[in-house]
């Protein structure tokens, strides 16, 4: 199961940090994926994070703006987002998916658990 928190409503600019906390993995080969969904949009997702390895891969569109990091200790995941854009405004949410080894597992079918989401809004 996993937890997530940290969706706030902020202007364009801010910076914000997601957390994603699952109550139990077996190991650490699992890729925590972050996808957000905007309404009328599909689902997409916008960071990647080994949890093993650390190894991250992002969206060209969060690129250099977001950066995905992990807790081992915790088994939580991060999101922060930093130059926060009106177009980010969406509910964000959190899956895991097991991955002995970092890759760009972007398709979601890959991922077994999800969060409940937390909404992000960007707006001035």
């Known amino acids: 199961q996993l937890v997530e928190s940290g969706g706030d409503s902020v202007q364009p600019g801010a910076s914000l940090t997601l957390s994603c906390t699952a109550t139990?993995?077996?190991?650490?080969?699992?890729?925590i994926g972050w996808f957000r969904q905007a309404p009328g949009k599909e689902r997409e997702g916008v960071a990647l994070?080994?949890?093993?390895?650390?190894?991250?891969f992002y969206a060209d569109s969060v690129k250099d703006r977001f950066a995905a990091s992990r807790d081992n200790a915790t088994n939580t995941a991060y999101l922060t987002m930093s130059g926060l854009k009106p177009e980010d405004t969406a509910t964000y949410y959190c899956a895991s998916a097991y991955a002995p080894e970092p890759g760009p597992l972007w398709a979601q079918y890959y991922y077994s658990s999800w969060g409940q989401g937390t909404q992000v809004t960007v707006s001035s």
């Open positions: 994070i080994s949890m093993k390895h650390g190894t991250t």
């Open positions: 139990a993995f077996p190991s650490d080969k699992y890729c």
